[in-house]
């Protein structure tokens, strides 16, 4: 019997789905969207997604601060277009607050929900959230200080096996 051309040679059609990982390194509330976005877009397509937070990605899980994410306006060079703050002002007291304030205005109107809904809705639609060891460790941050959509706190060896064969992203 001729076959199609789908399968592997092995006698196996099974097709394997897409992977995406995404390594989130920064918090700040203009770094916490691009994950989430791809993440959400991933899932909408299908894509397996597992998402490993590192470094000051930590805020973004963790419960204290991840509804109170800012923006920098100092050494930010997006800030003069985007929000016509020149970088001398952004130094000024309140501009940080002004900005974010700004931000969440300018996200709610493209109608993407605040980072911890979006992280809920991403976990439940089947992604997988992952805390760094090693960062957690680093800012004595606790499991029960992050929020519960953590799958697991896990080293950075455990996510190199979890990535393999992924399309790996590091924002």
């Excluded at 076959?3 to 099974?14: A, P, R, V």
């Excluded at 490993?52 to 003069?80: E, Q, R, Y």
């Amino acid at each position: 019997m001729a076959g199609n051309g789908s399968g592997n040679g092995n006698g196996s059609d099974q097709k394997k789905n897409r992977k995406l990982c995404i390594i989130c390194s920064k918090g700040s509330l203009d770094m916490a969207y691009p994950p989430l976005i791809l993440a959400n877009a991933a899932r909408m397509q299908g894509v397996d997604v597992d998402m490993f937070f590192t470094f000051w990605g930590m805020d973004i899980i963790t419960k204290s601060k991840v509804d109170h994410l800012h923006i920098a306006t100092v050494g930010n060079p997006a800030m003069h277009p985007s929000f016509h703050i020149p970088t001398m002002v952004g130094g000024l007291p309140g501009m940080s607050d002004m900005a974010s304030a700004m931000m969440r205005v300018e996200i709610e109107k493209l109608d993407f929900p605040p980072v911890h809904e979006f992280l809920q809705m991403i976990h439940d639609s089947g992604a997988h959230i992952y805390s760094c060891l090693a960062s957690q460790d680093m800012m004595h941050l606790s499991n029960e200080e992050l929020i519960d959509e953590v799958d697991a706190t896990i080293t950075a060896m455990d996510f190199i096996e979890i990535s393999q064969d992924a399309q790996l992203l590091f924002i």
